[in-house]
């Protein structure tokens, strides 16, 4: 039996109070199992008003904390809920967090460096202490660095340890020389390290420089980032750190996306009963205007309409696609304007066989898991990716290009047709993405082969388990690190 460990999340979105993309799922999900694992994982993140609309239960706990900021001392409340049986404490100031939007603001940095400060603060004031501080993405980062470097944090966390993980290393919080002088921050910044100097910081190089151990969301993306084309100019720093990086790919919360429990999908299916899937599938079909025929394959995709994600190249490939193939393709996302014009242009002119909302509505997206043969996620990048573990329990199944997490995750479909779980494609070229839509849809054709490649699909395990597991060791790493 290994250790009990009080454990705290530090992130800026979780679901089902907050969710903006996969980071949500992660910190909607982990805590719960590493819980189950006997460890006391709690959570600490910004109140939202969103929050207020998912629970309006509030423990009041803390008032009166005074966070200097910019030259102000900015007032903190902290309240607790259990949020799916996960104790979450939440960190109030009307002026950085009564917004409706969790990023995109103007003073972002502004808004996560008084977090992450205001965060330690509350920590301290709190009846419960943690062996560790896991931190997410940039957000909650310059946490880590105070943590380290200023003297009094540095004594009452003395027996805490950092782990910092890295959902999306392209967004980095990054801020320059005048940042530094009116957040009053340089003396977390490392004074040696040129690399971190190159005209400007990020918040993430931070986490990455201080933290005791480093991890991102796959094997693949581990190994990704220590390169020029994926690191995101913090491969250097990440060099130095690359014997404390490890990879340890994302599962889902198994139950809030079970084919055969979900309330959000019309029509409640497992493996051993698929073809339920298919009245989904008409009644999507309907849904979004398209014809309704269970002989033409529906490719789904459900995503930020961004760059990473691979919309330059779709938008190059669908009107070719939709030209020559009898099949329909639907869209959930929003995102990019560019995109979301161009994308909708491509609508209108195959008003049959193409449909999209431009939304972000998360019982729309079960609806499309659940009723399309095929998913498409044909990123430039993919740190890991949720949506093809979610489709792959819904009986649908990703094209995929071959990065990041895709690559743990998805087996290419082999030309018998027996193995695989997939279709994977290398280059980022629109030409390759094509070539993987249409071996999708010839496949489709073949309807045993298909039936089985859905079962197969649908018969893996991608829960928290193993993974879960692989964050045990690495909290005990960090631990052994500070002892
Ligand atoms: P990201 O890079 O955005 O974190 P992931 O694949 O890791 O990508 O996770 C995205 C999560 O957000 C998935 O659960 C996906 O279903 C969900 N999602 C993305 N866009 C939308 C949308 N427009 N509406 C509902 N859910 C969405």
Redesign the pocket.
Known sequence: MTRSLKILFAVAEASPLV???????VAGSLPWVLRQQGHDVRIIMPHYPAVDKAIPELTHLLDGLAIPMMGQHRPVSVSVVASNGVPTYLVANDHYFQRARVYGEPDDLERFLFFSRALLRAVDRLDWQPDIIHCHDWHTAAAIAMLKTDPELRSLFSRCATVFTI??LAYQGWFDDHFVSVAGIGSFLPRVEPHLRNQLYSMMALGIYYADVVSTVSPTYAREILTSQYGEKLETVLGLRREDLYGIV?GIDVEEFNPATDHRIPFNYDKDNPDRKYENKAALQRQFGLPEDPGIPVLGM???LAT??GIDILVSALPAFLQQHEAQFIL???GEPNYVRMLAHIATGYQDKMSASF????E??QFI?AGSDLFL?PSQF???????L?AFRYGTIPVVRHTGGLVDTVEDVSPGLETGNGFVFQEYTAEALLKAMHRAVTVFKNRDAWRRLVVRAMSANHSWGTSAKEYEALYNRALEKVS
Request: glycine share 18%.
């Open positions: 969710k903006v993309g996969g980071l949500a799922d959902h999306n994302n459900v995503g930020r990473q994600k959930l996302g929003t939304s972000f509505d998360a729309l997206a898991y996620m993919e740190p890991c990716g949720l949506g093809q979610i």
